[in-house]
């Protein structure tokens, strides 16, 4: 019997199963927050166990830890950072459930001085939120209750994440801006369904600034304002498939605003498509201002009534007093294969700067025609120099 012990041991040791078992546990590092506490009732503040579970994935080092937010629960959350950096290269927040915001503005418990947004995820590379769950700013009792000196928070803010990867999640009626991106550097971002009510002010899709290198296709967005913004200090912008409607359409700007000096270039805008929106792709500038957004290239664009398909505005200036003297250059924009219908005669306008002109716009196979039976579309084109191919309505650059 004694000789046989070593034997046994040896097998256990060397057993293709164990060592597999026992790998997978080394590698994968899955943090279930309800094991740290949180309730998932909807009600109850769950905001702790998440951070809590948060503590642990980040401070896992082997493996690609996951933040698993289950299906089935609804998860209360009051303001929250999950901070890093992270000891892993890649950290997963797997969201198959719901979160939620308070019901109340005054059921908010800020901390610190910072006021204006919901959940962060800042300071981490290799951060990957997918799951197929749901975020739902409950934003109605902000858009009502939220008047002078108010501030309304953004629901989710991604700050300095380098390689980020975020894709299948619904977001829903967030008090501001949905998602708001900055500073990263890599970003692919997908499959995602974004919706609150055409009059909701100021609830963006996604707002993008300071970031370089980021991908955002294939999603559907309804919001009260723009459904994508473009802001400064951005640059190589991908933005493919996106359906917006209602909005106010994919925005480069608002730059140069109280006199700033703000720059956007290499964005590409392609396969996108606007229902009943307020605007299509705009281009908006304050007077006053310096800098520049140039490189853009707009490409198989289809309006379905849309108020302004296309417009480049470079007085969006609600200050009169503002010195006129300088102005963002507007340069090397693209239109190719931009169609549909106008919900507005006035279906492409250009409306550059006389202090700094627009240079290099490219009109090339445009045809616009009115959503009203009868009616005829035109182009109102200053300040503005370029070339036009195959347009209608007819543009004069």
């Not at 002078?148 to 994440?161: F, W, Y």
């Not at 002109?357 to 025609?369: F, K, Y």
Request: glycine share 10%; with cysteine.
């Amino acid at each position: 019997m004694q000789a046989l012990i070593p034997i046994l041991l040896m097998l256990f040791v060397t057993s293709p199963t164990s060592n597999a078992r026992i790998a997978a546990e080394v590698s994968n590092v899955d943090v279930n927050v309800v094991d740290f506490g949180a309730v998932g009732d909807g009600e109850s503040d769950d905001t702790q166990a998440l951070l809590k579970a948060w503590s642990n994935v980040c401070g896992a080092s082997q493996g690609t830890p996951t933040l698993n937010i289950p299906k089935g629960k609804t998860f209360m959350l009051q303001p929250v950072l999950f901070n890093g950096p992270c000891k892993s290269p890649s950290i997963n927040v797997k969201l198959e459930g719901k979160i939620v915001a308070p019901k109340s503005m005054n059921a908010w418990k800020w901390s610190d001085s910072v006021r204006d947004m919901w959940i962060q995820f800042a300071n981490i590379d290799g951060l990957v939120i997918n799951g197929g769950g749901q975020i739902d700013g409950q934003g109605a009792v902000w858009w009502n209750g939220c008047k002078e000196n108010c501030v309304r928070p953004t629901a989710l803010h991604i700050h300095n994440c380098k390689n980020l990867q975020f894709s299948r999640l619904t977001h829903l009626n967030s008090p501001r801006n949905h998602i708001s991106i900055s500073a990263c550097d890599g970003a692919n971002i997908s499959n995602l369904r974004t919706t609150a009510p055409d009059e909701s002010p100021n609830t963006d899709g996604i707002d993008i600034s300071e970031s370089t290198n980021v991908r955002i296709e294939n999603s559907f967005m309804a919001t009260g304002d723009d459904c994508i913004a473009v802001n400064s200090g951005c640059s190589f912008i991908n933005i493919t498939g996106i359906t917006c409607g209602p909005g106010h359409g994919i925005s480069i700007g608002s730059l140069g605003a109280n006199g700033a000096h703000n720059t956007v270039e290499e964005i590409h805008v392609r396969n996108c498509s606007f229902k009943g929106t307020q605007n299509g792709v705009r281009i908006k500038t304050w007077q006053g201002g310096s800098g520049y957004a140039r490189k853009i290239t707009f490409e198989d664009i289809k309006f379905d009534a849309a108020s302004n398909p296309v417009i480049i505005d470079q007085y969006y200036n609600p200050n009169p007093q503002m010195d006129v003297s300088n102005g963002v250059k507007v340069s090397d924009v693209t239109y190719r294969n931009v169609h549909g219908t106008s919900a507005n005669e006035k279906a492409i306008s250009i409306n550059c700067d006389n202090t700094v002109p627009c240079t290099n716009i490219v009109i090339d196979h445009a045809n616009i025609t009115s959503s009203v039976p009868g009616k005829k579309t035109f182009a109102v084109c200053s300040n503005a120099h370029g070339t036009s191919t195959t347009s209608v309505p007819t543009v004069g650059l």
